[in-house]
């Protein structure tokens, strides 16, 4: 009975003897092209974090570049020599190619007893420049003076240090931190 059930079995399989090595090409074909795919949606997923990682750095770099630089000296002046009414300094652009809204700058102010965020200031063109495109625009080899008014209610006077912060549309901040001599003149070279 044994040797029947033997030769049954050997019946059963004996077409297929090929197939072992088909299925195992089909397999095999089939984990090549899963992992394949695999591969290329990884490859992708790099890819893309390496562009915005890239895109994070250049904006950073923007970001932190100043994009102005102060031009000259940094000039206080007193109408009566008792305090300080105004701060005067020329701005440039550092990186020529930019191009800055001067009506976008904000200026503050602080002292040991004072801030003002926003503090009145006016642009204009230095003399010795010209104006190269739009007037609202601080653009290539401009220079413009910045007259940076005193808040009032600041008593700016002698051996007192003054801050100002001079902050772009884009780019890094300028700040300017200077002490007061004794004594005030009208125009007092504050470098």
């Known amino acids: 009975m044994l040797s029947k059930i033997n030769k049954a079995l050997k019946n059963l399989t004996r077409g297929q003897k090929g197939m072992t090595g088909l299925e195992t090409a089909i397999i095999l074909i089939a984990f090549v092209t899963v992992a394949s795919v695999l591969a290329y949606s990884v490859l992708t997923a790099g890819i893309f974090s390496s562009e915005k990682g ?14 102005m630089e102060i031009k000259g000296s940094v000039l206080g002046l007193s109408n ?30 602080w002292d040991s007893a004072t801030h003002t965020e926003g ?32 808040p009032s209610n600041a008593t700016v006077v002698g051996y007192d240090t003054l801050n100002l912060q ?7 901040s300028i700040t300017i931190t200077r002490t007061l001599p ?10």
Do not use: W
Request: proline share 3%; charged share 20%; no cysteine.
């Open 119 to 150: 503090a009145s200031f006016t642009m204009a063109l230095a003399s010795g420049s010209n104006e190269r495109g739009t007037a609202d625009m601080i653009e290539g080899d401009e220079q413009f003076t910045v007259t940076v008014d005193i």
């Open 182 to 191: 004794n004594a005030l003149d009208r125009v007092i070279n504050l470098n």
């Open 54 to 67: 890239k895109e994070t750095v250049y904006s950073g770099l923007q970001q932190a570049q100043s994009t």
């Open 80 to 109: 009566n020599g008792s305090k300080l009414d105004q701060v005067q300094f020329n701005v440039a652009l550092s990186i020529p190619t930019e191009k800055i809204d001067k009506n976008a700058i904000v200026v503050n102010y």
């Open 166 to 172: 001079f902050v772009p549309p884009t780019g890094a």
